[in-house]
């Protein structure tokens, strides 16, 4: 981590800013910025209810998009629309020069026929946000606030990616095809995902925070027994989870993955097996591959190609996590942030394609109220979010993003 060199005469100073070595002035910024949100309390959450209640899918975020851009214009941030789809960016520039910083929250919603628990349920039948992008999108929106108030005082600048399409795993990768970093690249991006911890509990992890993917479509063809193959395929391929979880006991234990195979299909060119693979690293591949070359059938032939091929994991860079960690353990103390050791290889996240580009934290934001009986997992019937998060995630992504630009 890096810190301001200091007079000795500072050392004054410091007795009365004791956490993070952090210059005066930041702090009083990073009040200011609390404070903005407290201010607009109400009128966040009443956004983050429309939201809620008006959930679209991957490709179909034009009213969300169209609130996003709104706001953020109305606050004098420079926007650009239909960025790889619906996706909007704007760039706030503070009054003093400096290094530029970006924050994204995804914007789409998932289809559930499920009840919403909340009063203030989707008026869209099939369709709910149960992945929490709804807050997601409404911090962006509270952090465009808060620091559009302190503007004049600000360093450096502020990059907000409002992201379509991320439960199709194509919106991050579209932005970026659409440059999305065209005018203005950013030196650190940062995200969160809703999680269902406690609200006002955060977790990241070094490097791998969530699994990479690959979709392997296996072609059956010939003139034997087709059928018969294609359940040794299948079989082969769900060995690959069990494979994997003995070598993790001994060796990585990011090397856990998820197999999910599914039905032999009628295709073009013969029978069609597709599986989905979920790893930390590129070993599932080669296992995936290495146990279908010991299959010999007679009269069939195999054809391995990739629907997906490696959809990017979230890697969160080693050294702009300890800065995070510190800045956000300055907002809820140092129980409320964890460092996780355990990729979960049943979720992916496309955030990790802007991370190829850019060095970036994603952070998990705790959503879940044991008390009330919220728990926010993310695609379950019942998930329900704690709409305090929306003031903890803010207000600790303000630390981070504040702290990054005035170069902790
Ligand atoms: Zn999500």
Redesign the pocket.
Known sequence: MNRPWLFPGTIALLVLVPTLGRAQDVNDLQAKVAQQLETLRQELIDVRRDLHRHPEVSGEEERTAGIVADRLQKLGITVRTGVGGHGVVGVLEGSQPGPVVAFRA?MDAVTSDATDPVEFRSLKPGVRHI???DIHVTIGLALAEGFAAVRDQLRGSILFIFQPA??RATGARAMLADGVFRDVKPAAIFAY?TAPFNVGQLATASETLMAWRDRVRVTLSGTGDLAAAADEVRNRIRDVGTVSQERAAEAAPYDAILVQVGRPRRGSGGTVVVATISTANLGARQLVEAQLAQLDFEDVSLRISYEEKWVAGVTNDPELVLQAQESVASVVGPDGVTLLSNVNPAFS?DFGSFQQEVPGVMLFLGVSNPAEGWVGM?HTPDYVADEESIFVGARAMSAVLLDFLNGH
């Open positions: 995804d992945c929490g992008h991320e439960e995902h996240e993310p």
